[in-house]
C-alpha cells in the first residue's frame, strides 16, 4: 500500500488520547436525522465531529438528507433528485421522529456550515451520496470556503468516481473512501484515489482483525461506523480505530471518559 502524502485530517478529527467522537446524521438516537435539531444535540453531546448527507436537488441545491426519496424521513414522498428545493422546504422532517420535532425542515448545506460557523470546535464529515461530477462538487466546495470551514472539513463517499471528483474539484481537501463490499479492491481504490482516511464498517473491523494495523501503516486513518453498543465500542477502542461514527454521540462520549477506556489511537 502507497502511503498517503496528501493533507492531513483536521485537529477537530484528532483529539488526544481517545478515539474522535462523530455523530451520524448528528445525534440521530436523540432527534431526527439530518436535521439542525440533531446537529445540535451532538454538538451538546459533546461530539468531536458531526457527519450528514449531502444530495443536489432539481434545481440544483444542495441538501442535507440521507436517502434517495424523502418518503422515510419526512410527510411527503418522491425523489429528492427529482423534487425542487421549494418543493422540499414544504416537507416536515422531524414528526416521524416525534412530535415535539414538528416542523423540522431539510436544511441547506448552508444552513449547517452557518451553523458550525459559530461553533469553532465543531468538525464536519461530508458523505456525498451517490456520483457527483466535479462541477457539482465544486458548488459545495464554494459553500465550504465562503463559511469559513474548510480547515476542519473532511469529504467521503461510497462512491470512488465521486472521490474523484472531489479530488480534481477540491484536491487539498481531506477525502476519504467508505468501504462495504470487497476490501482488498476498496484499498485499491484507496491508493488511486489518495484518500487520507478509509471508513469500514464495524463489522469489516470485527471480521479483519487486522484491518485498522495494515490501514495505518499505509498512512492512512480509520473511521468505522456504525457503532452505538458499548461492547462493540471496547472492540474498536482495542482496534485503535481513530474515529467511532454512532448514533449516540452523547452516550460514546461518556463511555470514553472513564479513564480505563482512554486509550490513543495509533498513529499512521
Not at 502507497?2 to 485537529?11: H, M, Q, S, Y
Not at 445525534?27 to 445540535?40: G, I, K
Not at 482488498?184 to 471480521?207: F, I, K, Q
Amino acid at each position: 500500500m502507497t502511503p498517503v502524502t496528501a493533507r492531513p485530517l483536521p485537529a477537530a478529527f484528532l483529539p488526544a488520547g481517545r478515539p474522535c467522537v462523530v455523530g451520524h446524521r448528528g445525534a440521530s438516537a436523540a432527534a431526527p436525522e439530518n436535521t439542525l435539531a440533531a446537529f445540535d444535540a451532538a454538538w451538546r453531546a459533546g461530539a468531536d465531529v458531526i457527519e450528514l448527507d449531502l444530495q443536489l436537488t432539481a434545481d440544483g441545491i444542495v441538501v442535507v438528507i440521507h436517502d434517495d426519496t424523502v418518503d422515510a424521513t419526512t410527510d411527503g414522498s418522491g425523489a429528492v433528485g427529482l423534487l425542487t428545493f421549494a418543493a422540499l422546504r414544504t416537507l416536515d422532517a422531524g414528526s416521524w421522529f416525534s412530535p415535539a420535532f414538528a416542523g423540522q425542515p431539510i436544511p441547506r448545506l448552508d444552513e449547517v456550515l452557518r451553523y458550525a460557523t459559530s461553533r469553532p470546535g465543531l468538525g464536519l464529515l461530508l458523505e456525498y451520496k451517490g456520483t457527483w461530477t466535479p462541477e457539482e462538487v465544486a458548488l459545495t466546495v464554494a459553500s465550504i470556503d465562503a463559511a469559513g470551514v474548510r480547515h476542519r472539513t473532511v469529504a467521503q463517499s461510497f462512491t470512488p468516481p465521486t472521490v474523484a471528483a472531489l479530488r480534481e474539484a477540491a484536491p487539498d481537501l481531506p477525502r476519504g473512501l467508505l468501504v462495504d463490499g470487497d476490501l482488498r479492491e476498496a484499498l485499491d481504490l484507496a491508493d488511486d484515489l489518495g484518500v487520507v482516511t478509509v471508513n469500514p464498517s464495524t463489522e469489516a473491523v470485527r471480521a479483519e482483525p487486522g484491518l485498522v494495523r495494515r490501514l495505518h501503516d499505509g498512512g492512512r486513518r480509520v473511521m468505522v461506523w456504525t457503532e452505538n453498543d458499548p461492547a462493540g465500542w471496547t472492540d474498536l477502542v482495542d482496534a485503535r480505530v481513530d474515529a467511532i461514527i454512532t448514533d449516540r454521540p452523547e452516550h460514546l462520549r461518556g463511555w470514553l471518559a472513564d479513564s480505563r477506556r482512554r486509550v490513543s489511537p495509533r498513529s499512521p
